[in-house]
């Protein structure tokens, strides 16, 4: 340096100014090198209990794939596994069978979930469902989603404790209508409260899906009274006229947002709908698609896969035997006929 420093002080102002830039410098190079090490994608926790190690039981290698936003690192890469999902459909829990065939007694649906654990099924929650049907995790090699439909009480008061002691997760589809006190035009058996819906939620083992507002019956589709699904075919409104596509579309479209409406108020965000007797068409498909539901649940006689927007359930039947039979059959067990669910 040729500059000639006038005074000792203009020397010492100057060695300070310097350090100073110098410091700044070191700093600015250190912190990009952090940036740099920070691990790729490490915003996103991964639910570690769904994955499956490879090496244990029931991994398909061909069926691997690699999780969104987990780092590579030394770790070896998430799999997904699994052999599909058997989606089984139950309605009521009670004692008696007499005035409806729906009803499974409460031993019988505990024993429903001990025999299938011990011949090696495993029940799974809504959310593990998700995560597997969306691409994000894997579930066990003989998972089996359990389902009710309609909403009805005895679910709760005969067979929510039976659930908690076992541990054992499910679903529920209620109809949202049901969840009014005020006099139905159609016939149901008790429904569930708020209340009854929100302690199941709040158990961690349920999870809710929608199965229509006002649409679990029948309208008038003419002019002789002929009777039709709501949600799949155009009302008869009188006087020589039928609904537009577009007076059907908006009826659809109402129900929808009451149906979302009514799950909101319990802290649900619904993503599963189950078609009432299995029922759809493009028009509620699409609309429904539109609303944020991204499974529709139909009668069917498989399992399910990653991917599936339509899912297919079969009707689990009244005993244990008829339980297991269809768990066999869904499974390549055994053969036999299955029977959709409604
Ligand atoms: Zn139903």
Redesign the pocket.
Same mark, same amino acid.
């Given at each position: 340096m040729s500059v000639q420093f006038r005074s000792s002080s203009a020397l010492i102002i100057t060695l300070v100014l310097l350090c100073t830039v110098l410091f700044i410098i070191g700093l600015a190079v250190a912190s990009a090198g952090m940036v740099a090490a920070k691990p790729q994608g490490s915003g996103d926790p991964v639910p570690a209990g769904d994955i499956e190690k490879p090496g244990e039981a029931g991994i398909e290698e061909g069926m691997a794939g690699e999780l969104d936003g987990v780092d590579s690192g030394d770790r070896v890469p998430p799999v997904i596994t699994g052999n599909g999902v058997a989606v089984l459909t139950l *309605?009521e829990v009670a004692h008696g069978h007499n005035d409806y065939r729906y009803v499974v007694a409460p031993d019988v649906l505990e024993r429903m979930i001990v025999t299938a654990r011990e011949a090696g099924y495993v029940f799974i929650s809504l959310y593990e469902f998700h995560a597997y049907m969306d691409g994000k995790a894997g579930v066990p090699d003989r998972a089996v989603l359990l389902t009710f %439909? %309609?909403g009805y009480r005895g679910v709760y008061e005969n067979g929510h404790n039976i659930f908690v002691r076992h541990q054992c997760p499910a679903v529920m589809?209620p109809?949202t209508k049901w969840y009014s006190k005020h006099p139905r035009p159609e016939w149901a058996r008790p429904h569930l409260t708020a209340e009854e819906s929100k302690a199941m939620i709040g158990s961690g083992l349920w999870g809710f899906g929608g *199965?229509s507002h006002d649409g679990?019956r029948t309208v008038v589709t003419g002019p002789k009274g002929q009777q039709g699904f709501f949600s799949t075919e155009r009302m008869w409104l009188g006087q020589g006229r039928i609904e537009s596509e577009g007076e059907y579309r908006a009826r659809l479209w109402s129900d929808i947002e009451l149906m979302t409406l009514e799950l909101s108020r319990l802290g649900v965000e619904p993503r599963d709908f189950?078609a009432?007797?299995g029922k759809i068409n493009g028009t509620l498909d699409k609309l429904l698609a539109d609303a944020g539901y991204d499974f529709v649940y139909i009668g069917g006689t498989e399992r399910n896969y990653p991917g599936q927007r339509k899912i297919y359930r079969v009707d689990a039947g009244d005993t244990v035997e008829s339980f297991m039979e269809t768990l066999d059959i869904l499974w390549g067990k055994k053969a036999g006929q299955l029977t959709p669910a409604a």
């Open positions: *309605h %439909d %309609d589809f109809v *199965h679990h189950a009432p007797y």
